[in-house]
């Protein structure tokens, strides 16, 4: 029976506040902007969230703080997808990441390298400079593998970091390997 404030019109301060939930029903467009730029809406089963003009925006300007996009776990729960990290400086994959066939992972400013898969093969295309395969792991290798012909992997051959000493550089085969050079 007592009264309470539900929205203050603040002249002085030139705004309105909000003091209780505000329930739009579904279907209805909270429009923001002059004509509607910017929409927030709900038609029951699917939220939306769009802009109409200009460039969208979304920023987190509290200090050493992320953006953190999250959804359904699989089990009911919810669980980071994708973390825009404020204090470390980088983005984390909180999750697998699947590029469909013929997406291209693309690297450096002018997309440089291109990681895709066709449907059938799977290409490394590299347009500037050399492409370096490096292991800075101390007395460790380079492993290469593919089919051992009956459905499992085999060691093809590796570059051994163990027994390089700065001056050679070393290759292994493993035994029986044939090395085949020309036609």
Known sequence: GGLTAY???????GRTAVHKNMLFDDSVTLGIGASYDLQLYHNGSTSLISNQNGN????????????????????GGDTAYLTLDGSAG??????EINFEDNVKATFGTAAD??????????FFDNATGNM??????DDKDI???????????????????????GTLTYTKWADNSIVALGA
Do not use: C, M, P, W
């Open 113 to 122: 390298l291109d990681i895709y898969h066709n449907g059938t093969d799977t």
């Open 143 to 165: 492993i290469f593998y593919s089919d051992d012909g009956s459905g499992g992997l085999a060691e093809y051959f590796r570059l051994d970091g163990g027994d390089a000493d």
């Open 7 to 13: 929205l203050t019109l603040d002249g002085s301060e």
């Open 90 to 95: 980088h983005t984390v994959a909180n999750k």
């Open 56 to 75: 969208l925006l979304i920023r987190n300007q509290a200090d050493d703080s992320d953006i953190i996009f999250q959804a359904d776990d699989g089990s």
């Open 132 to 137: 370096k395969f490096v292991n800075y792991a």
